[in-house]
């Protein structure tokens, strides 16, 4: 078994800061790819950006510039550092990551943390 633990969501002003924190624990040989999506009111999830286990990264267009996403392996633990806040990045933001555990390659989702921007 994998667990998500996602921190750092809030309120914002538009313009404002804010970094997302997202730890793994439990049972695993290794976190691999670790990814950050964000789902606004009424619309699809969507990808915002992901990292490899070796730290490659890539964003969304919408995420170039004013998003980072970072990992701790030895905390297991992924980051995603927001600059740059826009209303229109109010949305709940969940981890997701490909996990590989005794039982074979397994893909977790965190509970989720709301971010809103206020203008």
């Known amino acids: 078994q994998v667990q998500l633990v996602e921190s750092g969501g809030g309120l914002v002003q538009a313009g404002g800061s804010l970094r997302l924190s997202c730890a793994a624990s439990?049972?695993?040989?290794?976190?691999?790819?670790m990814r950050w999506y964000r789902q606004a009111p009424g619309k699809q999830r969507e990808l915002v950006a992901i990292i490899t286990r070796d730290g490659r990264t890539n964003y969304e267009d919408f995420a170039k510039g004013r998003f980072t996403i970072s990992r701790d392996n030895a905390k297991n633990t992924v980051y995603l550092r927001m600059n740059s806040l826009k209303p229109e990045d109010t949305a709940v933001y969940f981890c997701?990551?490909?996990?590989?555990?005794?039982?074979?390659?397994?893909?977790?989702w965190g509970q989720g943390t709301l971010v809103t921007v206020s203008s």
């Open positions: 997701y990551v490909d996990s590989v555990t005794i039982s074979g390659s397994l893909g977790v």
């Open positions: 439990g049972s695993f040989f290794s976190i691999n790819n």
